[in-house]
């Protein structure tokens, strides 16, 4: 189209005009545009880290501890034979000692 343009009798003046606005002013509006996409990748890549990362070590934990006195409750309402019993109780220690 731009060649078009060209060939159909555009002065010199035209015709820079023409392909600066066609290629240098496009070219300038993507090259300014670049700061940008890498500021928002970087803060979508961010966003991302800080969901992944949402849950923490300390919440984990304080979970387990959760989990261990309740599992530790459910197993004192649990009946069955001296060896069963015995390893039942064994489990309930492991679970105190965390």
């Known amino acids: 189209m731009t060649k078009e343009k060209i060939?159909?009798?555009l002065t010199d003046e035209d015709v820079y005009e023409l392909l600066?606005?066609?290629w240098i002013e496009t070219l300038?509006?993507?090259i300014n545009e670049l700061p940008h996409l890498v500021v928002d990748s970087?803060?979508?890549?961010?966003?991302?880290?800080q969901k992944k990362y949402?849950?923490?070590l300390l919440s984990i934990d304080e979970?387990?501890?959760?989990?261990?006195?309740n599992l530790s409750n459910m197993i004192e309402e649990i009946t069955g034979?001296?060896?069963d019993l015995l390893?039942?109780?064994?489990?309930?220690n492991l679970l105190a000692d965390d």
């Not at 970087?42 to 880290?49: G, M, N």
């Not at 390893?87 to 309930?92: F, G, N, R, S």
């Open 7 to 9: 060939e159909a009798g």
């Open 20 to 22: 600066s606005k066609k």
């Open 28 to 30: 300038c509006d993507k």
């Open 42 to 49: 970087l803060a979508e890549k961010i966003i991302a880290l």
């Open 54 to 56: 949402a849950t923490t």
């Open 63 to 69: 979970d387990i501890k959760e989990s261990s006195r």
């Open 81 to 83: 034979n001296v060896d």
């Open 87 to 92: 390893a039942l109780a064994e489990l309930k």
